[in-house]
């Protein structure tokens, strides 16, 4: 299919129901018109409209244009700001490199020496120059849009927050030489991410939370590693979130994760996102009885370097493979997408959602698939 057809057949596929209403009938059991799906973040679909990384970064007009031009051009309206992998790394002093038109980078890290942590304070975002940043923006966002665009906020999960702070083969060797300090540094992580999330709740209302935390993936560290050190904290992260939010934030881990499946489900988290590296049906089989699902069409090798056609068939495969998921199952990409990803590979993704994915319910294949 080339892009003109794409255009052509996309016209026969239109929703009929708002993101919102979507979601809560889905959830409740009811039939939707299509499966529900995530989108990009803005900042990764610069390069369609011409800007830089940089440009969007500095720029709270071009945060701004980014908003309406997504909402004119791919329907979704919405924006997330918040401290993500390394901000709170850099809210206590991590040095942050941002290239102009790539991905932020830690190149020197605060906590050298353990001593200094008895001296570090949890981070205040009323106070803090870079969170304070995040909080004007999201007070300008309100300014300029009113209540009506959706705000979430991402965090990073206990260990990906320590590797900001500290070098990643030193947190690496504190598993082994220093599991004391370690725990204290994760314990700490958690209290800045929920001081964060805090200010936000009362500030802003807002309780939309995303938690990522790919340090913890088993690609990086063992099963044993991960009960002993992600376990504890990343519960005291999740039931934190909850007593300030009333909700429970999605969950993200990049990599190999099939080993803590079950454990995710047991720390008390009820959506989980899996990357591609993973398969799909394996997951609804092992745990989609007991979690909602997410995933996971290949960002690189289909979204930015496959063809139309490729995109198609890998949302196919992903409903099939995902749709009946007992606790629900909502499209999305594997990992964030990467910069550079053409226009006409979102709108297959898009369509193919619409048209495979059309009478969508909990626990059955999608009736586009029949």
Known sequence: MDYQELRCESENYKDTMSNGERMRAYMKGEE?????????????????????MEQFRESFEVQCEMVRNIERDFGVFA???????????????????????SIEYVDEHVLKDY?????????????NPVLKKMMDRIRNYREVFGEKLPIGTGVAGPLSTAIAIRKTELVMRDMIKNKERLHQLLDYSVKCNLAWIQALKDEFGIVGVGLADPATSTSLISEKQFDEFTTPHMKDLLEGIVKITGREPGL???????????????IGFKTFSVDNYEDLEQLKLAVGDKMSISGNVPPVEVLKNGSIDDVIES?????????????GYTL?????????VPRENLEAYMF????????????KLCKGLL
């Open 32 to 52: 939707v018109d299509r499966i529900p799906f995530t989108f990009s973040g803005n900042d990764t679909l610069i390069s369609l409209y011409g800007y830089s």
């Open 115 to 127: 001593s200094d942590l008895d001296n570090m304070k949890v981070v205040d975002p009323y106070t």
């Open 315 to 327: 949302v196919r495969q992903c409903l099939l493979k995902g749709s009946d998921s007992p606790m």
């Open 352 to 363: 193919a959602a619409r048209k495979y994915g059309r009478g969508a319910q909990k626990g």
């Open 332 to 340: 999305a990409f594997g990992c964030q997408i990467p910069l550079g």
């Open 252 to 266: 993200h881990i990049c990599g190999k994760t099939k080993a803590i499946w079950h454990k995710l489900s047991d």
């Open 79 to 101: 924006a997330g700001v918040g401290p993500g992998l390394k901000g709170i790394g850099e809210a206590l002093g991590s040095k942050i490199i941002y290239p102009e038109n």
